[in-house]
């Protein structure tokens, strides 16, 4: 009865409110300025410069030609988001004569390796604009801070009154790929190659080989790549163009090859390197986890292989750093085979580490040899390590400190694992160098930077790009702005405009959540589908794929899961609105809930059909079903909270289980607004006993 009124209200509200509710509490912040990540130095004037298509750049100092290229792009992105047509369309040596109402200046060429300067000055003027720069870098880091200035005005397109001055809060701000467990072709690379660049990331880290996958062309060893890959790998060639793309944009690769274990794929090749006796056939890998393969430490043969395929990448990669991998071996192997366990004994060798650190201290000679430092994950942190490794910090920031504590160079990962998708807020309070942290100042200087971590086991190129972003871009703020830029819900509220821009780029994290919805339609209105994707988040850390074995790395991945992602819009506003209305009472608060509730409930009977119709779409009937019964629940609550009316013990039962029921996973994901209707619920228990 309560319910039906309610659901009668609501709808009558619904035309109203869809598109103002949230309107009326929005927060008041500086809104005006959407810049991701946020400058060292902001001072915004009064009045705007205004953009028209006579727009052109003057250039000068002494930049890399690669700026040329870069001016040329920016002014296509500028054309493109202002529907300008520019009457400049290409930036050459000609601009180091032009006046032009965008001046460029740069002291000196950049080079693409740590520690690079990449700071900047970005002025607007009501009259032009004007970007001063060390290097080359500096300058395209302000074009991209520029094109995120873009206002829309009444009479076209302008960019606020402004002095920015900017610089990195650390060097090391990267991109994992994962191109082992899923080959990721040329095309992810590259777009994501630009986004990093929009964000102002610079490295960009490749893992290139594991149990999975050995994906690149090794000249001295075919077989590699023909056993260790089913055909998809890269060139040398491909992955020297990735190289010098990523350079133009001011980025650096860090190749990855992960050993002694995850290598299941060097053994498809040269199973002779394992370290079974005598075994004489791997298989890659097909599933996800820990794996026993690893290469043979006490195996001469090891080396050769080792130090001709590092020698050959050495070359291909030109960058400073290496990773060796270094994680996850727990030897059983090693402790299975008596010639390794007489080796160790031999050697005073107490344990399976003390062999891997002697593993690693010969892997980092032949590194030197070409020129390399040796980076691992934090598991090479062994006594002995040469101080010239570097350590990426995974399984906890612990590993960081005392890396630094101990005079090694360091990285952080952990708390940036965006494949386990967590919200973005989860990644944004995590700070590679926390105020709590006790380290001296020159400590401190070894801690790098962080890097997001794309894990491959469970996404496809089709899917990767919404994995990636946007979190991706709030991870970047957190390595690049000043620590003290942490309002969340700015934060949250500039990752939603980011990411539409980060679509110029050709990344489909956005397009392909719609792609995969119209499959599982089969042709049918996709509305209500999306209605429930929207606040369905998919599971998170590594409950998705239980035991590594639910899914092989041939198995579907353009599936209900795949179409969600990790921060529900839908889901933070609703909160929003709940903690408004409990919290202050305010009354549109309590409509925008209503209305949210109503539209969720009647959600079901619309799915319904769909879902009867598509086989794929089984696996979510419940969910459907859970969302309806969840969202009932919600009206009600409201309804008497609002009648100031007190629930019985019965109801409040009933309440219980149909929250615990709302819980329950379908098509591998959970719904996200769950905490939210049982806080609603929770506020009347609270009136219900006086409190
Ligand atoms: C890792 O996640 N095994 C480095």
């Avoid at 075994?279 to 026993?292: T, V």
């Amino acid at each position: 009865m309560v319910l039906r009124k309610t659901v009668f209200r609501a709808v009558l509200l619904l035309t109203l409110l869809m598109n103002s509710a949230l309107e009326i509490f929005a927060f008041q912040a500086n809104e005006r300025l959407s810049l991701v990540p946020v400058p060292q130095d902001v001072n915004l004037g009064q009045g705007t410069f205004s953009l028209k298509k006579d727009f052109a750049i003057s250039l000068s100092g002494n930049p890399d030609k690669r700026l040329l290229d870069a001016s040329t792009r920016f002014l296509r992105r500028l054309s493109n988001r202002t529907g300008l047509f520019l009457k400049e369309g290409y930036v050459t040596n000609e601009n180091f004569k032009k006046r032009g109402v965008l001046s460029i200046e740069v002291s000196r060429p950049g080079k693409v390796e740590l520690y690079e300067d990449e700071s900047y000055t970005l002025k607007v003027s009501n009259s032009g604009i004007k970007i001063k720069a060390k290097t080359d870098l500096g300058a395209m880091h302000a074009m991209e801070t520029l094109l995120q200035l873009i206002e829309s005005a009444k009479n076209g397109y302008v960019v606020p009154v402004i002095n920015i001055t900017d610089a990195p809060r650390f060097p090391w701000r990267g991109l994992m790929i994962d191109a082992a467990r899923h080959f990721q072709p040329i095309e992810v690379l590259k777009r994501n190659i630009d986004g990093m660049a929009a964000v102002k990331l610079n490295v960009l880290h490749l893992h290139l080989t594991d149990d999975q996958g050995f994906r690149v062309e090794s000249r001295t060893y075919p077989q590699l790549q023909e056993k260790g890959s089913d055909g998809q790998y890269y060139t040398q060639r491909e992955l020297k163009y990735i190289v010098q793309y990523a350079a133009d944009r001011g980025i650096r690769v860090v190749p990855e090859f992960d050993v002694p274990g995850h290598a299941t794929s060097w053994l498809a090749a040269f199973p002779q390197l394992g370290s079974v006796p005598g075994k004489k056939h791997y298989d890659m890998e097909r599933n996800a986890g820990i794996m026993d393969p690893t290469l043979d430490p006490t195996n001469e043969k090891t080396y050769e292989v080792l130090s001709s395929v590092f020698k050959e990448m050495a070359d291909v990669f030109p960058d400073e750093y290496f990773h060796i991998g270094g994680d996850e071996n727990e030897g059983r192997h090693w402790d299975a085979n008596p010639k390794i366990e007489a080796f160790k004994k031999k050697n005073g060798f107490k344990n399976n580490h003390e062999l891997q650190n002697y593993f690693n201290k010969r892997i980092l000679k032949f590194l030197e040899a070409n020129g390399k430092k040796m980076i691992g994950w934090d598991e090479i942190l062994q006594p002995g390590l040469p101080k010239s490794a570097v350590i990426q910090s995974w399984r906890g920031i612990d590993a960081l400190v005392s890396s630094a504590q101990k005079g090694y160079q360091t990285f952080l990962s952990n708390g940036f694992y965006i494949d386990l998708l967590h919200p973005a807020i989860d990644h944004y309070k995590t700070d590679p160098l926390p105020d709590t942290v006790n380290l001296t100042d020159k400590q401190k200087e070894l801690i790098l930077g962080g890097e997001a971590t794309m894990w491959a086991e469970l996404v496809v190129p089709e899917t990767i790009d919404s994995r990636i972003w946007p979190r991706t871009a709030v991870i970047a703020e957190r390595l690049w702005s000043p620590a003290s830029v942490k309002d969340e819900k700015d934060m949250y509220r500039r990752m939603e405009i980011i990411s539409l821009q980060l679509e110029e780029h050709g990344l489909l994290h956005i397009v392909s959540r719609d792609q995969i919805l119209r499959k599982l339609a089969q042709g049918k209105d996709t509305k209500a589908l999306k209605v429930l994707n929207d606040i369905s988040g998919p599971l998170q850390g590594y409950t998705r794929n239980p035991g590594g074995t639910m899914y092989q790395s041939y198995s579907p991945f353009l599936l209900w899961a795949d179409a969600a992602v990790a921060d529900s819009k839908i889901a933070r506003d609703f909160e929003e609105a709940v903690t408004l209305f409990l919290n202050d009472g305010k009354p549109e608060a309590g409509e925008f809930i209503k209305v949210q509730l109503v539209k969720w409930s009647k959600n079901h009977q619309e799915l319904k059909k769909l879902i009867d119709s598509s086989p794929m779409l089984h696996e979510i009937e419940g969910l459907s079903e859970q969302l309806k019964e969840l969202s009932e629940l919600g009206i009600d609550a409201i309804n008497l909270i609002e009648g100031g009316m007190t629930p019985d013990l019965n109801w409040l039962n009933n309440a219980e289980s149909t929250l615990k029921k709302a819980r329950k996973q379908g098509g591998r994901t959970e719904l996200m607004n769950v905490d939210t209707v049982e806080k609603i619920v929770r506020s009347l228990v609270k009136v219900n006993t006086g409190n």
